[in-house]
């Protein structure tokens, strides 16, 4: 479902609203939140400006190429005075809870201001092998310094992670000062933060669109936030967060997060299904009548004229398809 043209943050696939949309309504008490700055690409900007629906004060930056998180970030922050406080959300995820998400973001915004580079520690709840950890250290007020992160791991590491209490999941949320955050990238990247400042230098405003200067982008080496500074900073800090939280990243997830929509039986329907003597079945189909007999821990989805079957545990591997690719 997730295409180039129509990728997953502007789909509705845990209600009318697209996660770009759910994304936005999270941040859209002004008491608390500034309009949103938003980072996109050229294919996107239209997509993006239709869901804002003009939403006063909103901004677009749209990236020449994509560039992996860190010049996307890189980008927002320079846009925004040195002491304004960011938080850095992925448009694609899924949480449960808007309250203990805005719970979190003022915890992690009261350590911002004290010049930590925040992270969201999303509270373990199964030993996921699809997430990076992240490890507590010291307590600290609201939150706790960041001991080690931890990439990927296997499933004896993951259990014993979750057995530990001591890991979260890195949900690749962040708070932090704009001018910390710079900063802290001129230290450990650079020539990543002179390209960005010059491409920022040289950028032009259109409306409330700012097109960064091409060149000095395009000659960057794309990098994430994680690597090029998180897990380099003497100053990195995590907030607990217990709020629901999902990158939907496979069809597993997404049927863990519409598990509320279940029948008796577990299974998940979304458009003209029939079913006989199935269990733990999720099926969405966008028009033709999907039928399945004596199933069980199946994701058939059909889409765009295209089917694809998978077991639960196998739905990781969905990106490894030949098909996959380019979408």
Same mark, same amino acid.
């Given at each position: 479902m997730s295409r180039k043209a129509l990728p997953k943050p502007f789909l509705p696939l845990v209600s009318d609203e697209t996660l770009f949309e759910q994304a936005l309504r999270r941040v859209a008490d002004r008491a608390t939140f500034a309009p949103p700055i938003v980072v996109a690409g050229e294919a996107h900007a239209d997509l993006v400006t239709a869901q804002l629906r003009g939403l006063p004060g909103a901004r677009l930056v749209i990236e020449p190429a994509a560039r992996n998180t860190a010049p996307a970030i890189a980008l927002a922050a320079a846009l925004l005075p040195l002491d304004a406080v960011m938080l850095v959300c992925p448009s694609d995820h899924h949480v449960a809870s808007p309250q203990a998400f805005r719970a979190a973001a003022q915890a992690a915004a009261a350590l911002a201001r004290q010049n930590y580079l925040v992270s969201f520690g999303i509270a373990a709840d199964r030993p996921e092998t699809g997430y990076g950890y992240l490890r507590r250290g010291e307590p600290l007020e609201g939150g706790y310094a960041i001991r080690k992160f931890v990439e990927k791991p296997d499933l004896a590491r993951a259990e014993a992670y979750l057995a530990s209490g001591e890991y979260s999941w890195n949900g690749g949320i962040f708070a932090f000062r704009a001018g910390h955050i710079l900063a802290e990238l001129a230290a450990y990247r650079p020539g990543m933060a002179r390209q960005v400042a010059e491409a920022v230098a040289g950028g032009r405003e259109e409306g409330a669109r700012f097109h960064p200067a091409a060149a000095p982008f395009?000659?960057?080496?794309?990098?994430?936030?994680?690597?090029?500074?998180?897990?380099?900073?003497?100053?990195?800090?995590?907030?607990?967060?217990?709020?629901?939280?999902?990158?939907?990243?496979?069809?597993?997830?997404?049927?863990? &997060?519409? =598990?509320?929509?279940?029948?008796?039986?577990?299974?998940?329907?979304? *458009?003209?299904?029939? #079913?006989?003597?199935? +269990? %733990?079945?999720?099926?969405?189909?966008?028009?033709?009548? &999907?039928? =399945?007999?004596?199933?069980?821990?199946?994701?058939?989805?059909?889409? *765009?004229?295209?089917? #694809?079957?998978?077991? +639960? %545990?196998?739905?990781?591997g969905v990106g490894k398809l030949p098909g996959a690719a380019g979408q």
């Open positions: 395009l000659a960057i080496a794309g990098e994430s936030i994680d690597y090029a500074v998180m897990e380099n900073t003497a100053r990195a800090a995590m907030v607990p967060a217990d709020m629901g939280w999902s990158d939907i990243g496979n069809w597993a997830a997404l049927a863990d &997060v519409l =598990a509320g929509d279940a029948d008796a039986h577990g299974n998940i329907l979304h *458009g003209t299904v029939d #079913l006989a003597g199935c +269990r %733990d079945v999720l099926v969405m189909t966008d028009g033709p009548r &999907v039928s =399945a007999v004596g199933v069980e821990g199946l994701c058939i989805v059909v889409a *765009g004229g295209e089917v #694809l079957v998978t077991t +639960r %545990d196998g739905a990781q």
